[in-house]
């Protein structure tokens, strides 16, 4: 009955241990996209502010 009790406790830790770092791997990854997409919207920002010209042309 001890043996099962071990077995189960270790597969519910390195379930909860993988789920953990499968959790930080992918919100890192969506902080750091995140922080890419912003990057870029402020750069088109600013290089839209630069040709206020383009803009105000009707399509």
Do not use: K, Q, Y
């Not at 992918?26 to 996209?33: D, M, Q, T």
């Amino acid at each position: 009955m001890n043996g099962w009790m071990i077995l189960w406790t270790a597969t519910l830790v390195v379930g909860v241990v993988g789920f953990i770092g499968l959790l930080l791997t992918v919100s890192l990854g969506a902080f750091g996209e995140l922080r890419l997409m912003l990057e870029e919207l402020r750069e088109d920002t600013r290089e839209s502010a630069e040709h206020p010209e383009v803009l105000d042309e009707a399509t």
